[in-house]
């Protein structure tokens, strides 16, 4: 039988280290637990990086996974498939979007994003511009493409050259945006909530500024929804909290559930830039994913899901800001919306986070400092409760 130990040391013999993988190896998984090849349970407020917002292994998702596998599970997009319709009809009542192209992954949907930018000027607008406008901190996939539009320059080293076209601003100030712009510049891409950036969030001022630009300069707004959507933050889409109109968005992550799914979803017009032959992708769309993310649409949208997570959100938020009111010399912010939330440490937290998931709790650092959470939208208060009571008990027992 594989063990923990077994496993790590096969992964190092076979897989390539891309990966900097934390001491645990998951056997399985239900709801919103882990288990390990010993059967240690921990409680997951990562879920998969905001893929598994119903949780893991959610049986109504394995049952139309199961019921599809029987049916068709791919094709290729040479055929019209029922799925597809049906997955596209659904996901675009969530927005203000006409089209959607469906894809692999998170990264896919972004470049496929850039792409149709580029070509809606080109041959929509019959424009040279093709520059697009980022913010730092941001992070927007690991192709060429994406990772030079990503606003960290540590995932950059030893890439270069980089594909040209790509810009990046201070995010949130206000006055570095009119100045970015030039006769080049065709749209500004940002995500309302910095994930992998540390849990920032975009202040109004600062989309108001966004809106204006755009509105001066006819660029477009591409809006990175990859992992704020699908409910994380208490409405279904980031934006929609801003009453924002975006020309462009890009989902992935929770969108099918656990299966790798990405979707690009465009304004009509804009999404005819993109013609037969333009664009492509062969898995995208496929059956199997497409029926395992119509389930999860269904799911949360019957189980009131998006306003648990509303609620639930501020609930954590007011716990947390107590922890922070009683450790005010070890964590210097609480932050997030919905169930997308981080804990800013006032020092580097990979000894808390350590200890943390030794006492069974899985989450995640990002920028050194800031525990991230990003439970399955099925937590109850109670989980909240008990990982605020082990951080509150981590912290007092650290060093100051």
Partial sequence: MADNNYIKDSTSKFICPTYARYP??????RGCFLYDFNGREYLDLLSGISVCNLGHSHPEVVSAIKKQADKLIHVSNLFYQREQVELAQALLETCAMDKVFFCNSGAEANEGAIKLLRRYMKNIKKQD??????????????????????????????????????????????????????PNTA????????????????SELFLDEVIRVCNRHDLLLIVDEIQTGMGRTGQFWAHQHYGLKPDIMTSAKALAGGLPMGAVLARDEIAQAFDAGSHGTTFGGNPL??????????????????RHAAELGREALEIFSRLKAKHPKKINDVRGKGLMLGIELTFPGTGIWRALL??????????DTVLRLLPP??????????????????LHDSQD
Avoid: W, Y
Wanted: glycine share 10%.
């Fill in 358 to 367: 030794e006492k069974g709790f899985v989450l995640n650092l990002t920028q």
């Fill in 289 to 306: 994913a497409c029926a395992a993310a119509l389930k999860t649409l269904d799911i949360i949208s019957r189980d009131g899901l998006v």
């Fill in 24 to 29: 645990l190896g998951v056997d399985r998984a």
């Fill in 187 to 202: 749209g500004i891409m940002l995500e309302i909530i910095q994930g992998e950036g540390g849990i920032r969030m975009v």
């Fill in 129 to 182: 511009r093709f520059e697009l406008i980022t913010m730092s901190g941001s992070f927007h996939g690991r192709t060429l493409a994406t990772l030079t539009a990503t606003g960290q320059d540590k995932i950059k080293q030893g890439f270069a050259p980089l594909p040209p076209g790509f810009k990046t601003v201070e995010f949130n100030q206000v006055d570095g945006l009119e100045k970015a712009i030039t």
């Fill in 377 to 394: 939208l099925i937590i109850s208060k109670k989980q909240i409760q008990d990982f605020a009571k082990t951080l509150d008990q981590l």
